[in-house]
C-alpha cells in the first residue's frame, strides 16, 4: 500500500514564501515522475511542476519564476519551493509520484492559502 502525505502548507501573505514536502511510505517501484498538482475552488486539477527520473522538469506557466520543484530520490520525496506568492496560487496542493508502469499515486493533499 503506498501513502503519499504533503506537508508544509498554510496561510501565508501575498509575496510570502513557502516549501512543500511529500512523505512516501511502501513498495513504489522505479518512479518515473514526481510532481505538485493543485486545485483551487470550482476548478479543476492542474499541473504545477514535475520531476522526472532524468532531473527535468516541466512548470505551468503561471508559477514560473516562482516555483522550483526538486526531489530526494533516496527518500522518495519531492519538494515544491513556492515564492512570490499570488492571491491565485491559493489552492489545494497534492503531491503525484508515477512509477514506470505509469502507475500514479496521489496524496490527500495540503491547503496553501495566500492573503492579501
Known amino acids: 500500500q503506498v501513502q503519499l502525505v504533503e506537508s508544509g502548507g498554510g496561510v501565508v501573505q501575498a509575496g510570502g514564501s513557502l516549501s512543500l514536502s511529500c512523505t512516501a511510505s511502501g513498495n513504489i517501484n522505479s518512479i518515473s515522475i514526481m510532481g505538485w498538482y493543485r486545485q483551487a475552488p470550482g476548478k479543476q486539477r492542474e499541473m504545477v511542476a514535475t520531476?522526472?527520473?532524468?532531473?527535468?522538469?516541466r512548470y505551468a506557466d503561471s508559477v514560473k519564476g516562482r516555483f522550483t520543484i526538486s526531489k530526494d530520490n533516496a527518500k522518495n520525496t519531492p519538494y515544491l519551493q513556492m515564492n512570490s506568492l499570488k492571491l491565485e496560487d491559493t489552492a489545494v496542493y497534492y503531491c503525484m509520484i508515477q512509477d514506470w508502469l505509469a502507475r500514479n499515486y496521489w496524496g490527500q493533499g495540503t491547503q496553501v492559502t495566500v492573503s492579501s
Open positions: 520531476i522526472a527520473s532524468s532531473g527535468n522538469t
